[in-house]
């Protein structure tokens, strides 16, 4: 990806902001690691915009919340197909 760290850490912020996405669905689509993506928007994106910043704050804490459940459910599908 071109371009400096603060772009990428917008266009990131931004991606999470209209896709609702995960931290792991932003890395996978950016081409970078979950940490790369986790540092932009959790530390570099509180300098750079905070209006965005405080709205990818908030779906991450939705993730977060969420994310147990997500696992539980993966956990369901993956042993449902197994022993069907």
Known sequence: MKGT?????????EYIIENQATVRNAAKNFGVSK??????????????????????KKILETNKAQRHIRGGLATKQKYTQKYN
């Open 5 to 13: 760290v603060e772009e990428r850490a917008v266009k990131i912020g």
């Open 35 to 56: 940490s790369t993506v986790h540092k932009d928007v959790t530390e570099r994106l509180k300098n750079i915009n905070m209006i965005l910043y405080i709205k990818v």
